[in-house]
């Protein structure tokens, strides 16, 4: 089915969309370099779902499986975690050239990417997302990451995989609330790169919910494709890929205030990025039709648009220490219009201040 070619300096790779995809794992690893041990690692929830039939796969294509089963959620995405995998992979006796397979969502691949990462330097890596999120988002990119308990993702480095393999199927069982998480990342997609796309979802939002999975294929390569493109042109985020952060920076204040618990990334995002609609309309920068249409694009998906009750001067708070402040300016990243962005340092305190009161009132 979709193919998509991330095409980087020195390490290009290719994005397989396939329903079914997960049989194909195997067959795909016979045309690389590997040896015959593989590491697959994964979550609780996923392994009795689909760890046994990435095995198989990739057991009958001639290669040896072990399988590496974490706690779900974010705490494993931690040090500790990591060493448990590195325990394993060397207790099994993994080589150079035998590949670190991540099964799972985000947190799976951030650890799994990892390790694969510092793992005798550098192991072939292969990602098979299971969250919708970790489908859109984190298979493309190369950034991998373990959090520290002064803050998420400080440990990690940029490093890419061999092959992603996107099985549109593995949907069928994640959570309505993880689904709509990704969904918000979506969006994004659209706000920032692509107004064609952006109509695309209005007109399909409840093919989408329904998970139809022709649906659900088409608009996961068209963000695979939107995100390929921004991040072939800066690898290493240091100017175009900020556009990626649309939605992000108010979204960090939100996790932070609510402890990483009662909002999930994607919700956040979508409070973010109608905050960022927001103040683009009132900065001037776009109309406030295009505001408004994304704000009624996150509704129609059942996203949050608020965070009601939060403190205004804690989430400012969090607004100067997220990571992607250099010399303690905020890089903006807001709307010209659906599907332009421009990035700006240029917005007062008060202008956010407004903004910030709109998303927390509590009527
Ligand atoms: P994300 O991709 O959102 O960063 P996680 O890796 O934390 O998130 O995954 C979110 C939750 O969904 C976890 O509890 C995980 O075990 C579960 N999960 C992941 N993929 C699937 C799936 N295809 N079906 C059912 N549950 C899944
Ligand atoms: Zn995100």
Redo the contacts with the bound molecule.
Sequence with gaps: MGEVRVSLADHSYTIYIQAAGLKQVGRLMQEMPFSKKALIVT?A??SP?YAGILADSVATAGFIPHILVVE???GSKSLATADKVFTKAISIGLDRRSPIIAL?????GDLAGFVAATYLRGVPFIQVP??L??QVDSSVGGKTAVNHPLGKNLIGAFYQPQLVMIDPL??D???ER?LK?GLAEVIKYGVIADAGFFDYLTRHADMILKRNPGVLAEVISRCCQLKAAVVAQDERETSVRMILNFGHTIAHAVEGVGGYSEY??GEAVAIGMYGAALLSSSLGLCSTAASTAVQQLLAAMGLPLTAPGYGINELLGYLARDKKVVDSKVNWVLMQDIGRVTITQDVSEEQIRVVMSQLTRTN
């Excluded at 799972?104 to 799976?108: A, D, L, R, S």
Aim: proline share 8%.
């Design positions: 979550d929830n996923v779902l779900p959620g974010e799972g969502g985000g947190v799976i299971t969250t999120l970790a593995v949907l069982t994640l959570p993880e998480a999930n990334h």
